[in-house]
């Protein structure tokens, strides 16, 4: 179950929903926030 975290963590569980219309794909106005942020999340080392 997910949670979020801040001062301590709250288990939520709701709907989620997004669009994704049909065509040609080009990157958001935030792929580079996202891309930016995704880099920050630590990885599982072997």
């Known amino acids: 179950m997910p ?16 669009r994704l219309p049909a065509g040609a794909v080009y990157p958001s106005d ?10 920050l999340v630590p990885r599982e080392t072997s």
Do not use: H, Q, T, W
């Not at 949670?3 to 997004?18: E, H, R, T, Y």
């Not at 935030?30 to 880099?39: F, G, P, Q």
């Open 3 to 18: 949670s979020i975290c801040s001062d301590i963590c709250v288990p939520f569980n709701g709907p989620l929903a997004i």
């Open 30 to 39: 935030y792929a580079r926030e996202i891309a930016r942020a995704a880099a």
